[in-house]
């Protein structure tokens, strides 16, 4: 199982093969990583938005470069005429000792007010860009009803663009929630229609 921060994700789901030796009992290394230059490297393993095919290879090794503890990941792929091609990435991490992680604990979140799964990338990116361009800020708006909206206020008037019929998660996330060992605070009756927004700057 690859633990990543408080959520399990199978080994299967990421890794094609795997080697871990750590000095652990359980065989076990605690990394602590920043999320973009790794979101940036997992980027350029993907064909979307680069002039290359999907990777037919992707590696990752824990290695020291220089006094420090780096992810290299080294990502075998061609460009669409066929060229083959190797690129590589070292991701700066820090190697956390089995005490200082069992110290951590899961922060305590308020309830969710809305949980739905958003609309594709492809369609929000879009939309993002040209209301960044109108507005300082964007607001996020969703519903429990499967509503979701992207927004801009200027002084001619509201643009909005809006998605309907979403999937809304919120009842298995009160499954998950009922084997946790937590006090959850009682929610207070909402409207399923009631919009939830979040301001989120465009600068």
């Not at 080994?11 to 990394?31: H, K, M, P, Q, W």
């Not at 230059?37 to 290359?52: F, I, T, Y």
């Not at 949980?115 to 300082?136: A, F, M, N, T, Y």
Request: charged share 30%; proline share 6%.
């Amino acid at each position: 199982m690859f633990r990543c921060g408080q959520s399990n994700l199978p080994v299967g789901d990421i890794f094609s093969d795997y080697r871990i030796e750590s000095n652990s009992s359980n065989n076990t290394i605690a990394l602590e990583v920043s999320i973009t230059p790794l979101v940036q490297a997992l980027r350029s393993a993907s064909s979307k938005g680069n002039d290359h095919r999907e990777a037919a290879e992707v590696t990752l090794k824990l290695s020291k470069k220089g006094k420090e503890a780096a992810l290299c990941m080294d990502i075998k792929t061609q460009t669409r005429d066929g060229k083959q091609i190797n690129v590589t990435h070292d991701i700066h991490v820090v190697v956390r000792r089995p005490a200082e992680v069992d110290e951590m604990s899961q922060p305590r979140c308020p309830p969710l007010q809305v949980h739905i799964e958003l609309p594709p990338s492809d369609q929000c990116r879009p939309v993002v860009e040209h209301l960044h361009k109108i507005g300082e800020i964007i607001w996020l708006g969703a519903t429990r009803d499967g509503r979701f909206r992207l927004s801009v206020n200027t002084t001619a008037g509201d643009i909005e663009t809006m998605w309907t019929n979403l999937k809304n998660v919120s009842v298995v996330r009160e499954k998950e929630a009922e084997n946790e060992e937590m006090e959850e605070e009682e929610e207070e009756p909402v409207d399923d229609s009631s919009w939830h927004l979040v301001p989120l700057p465009s600068k």
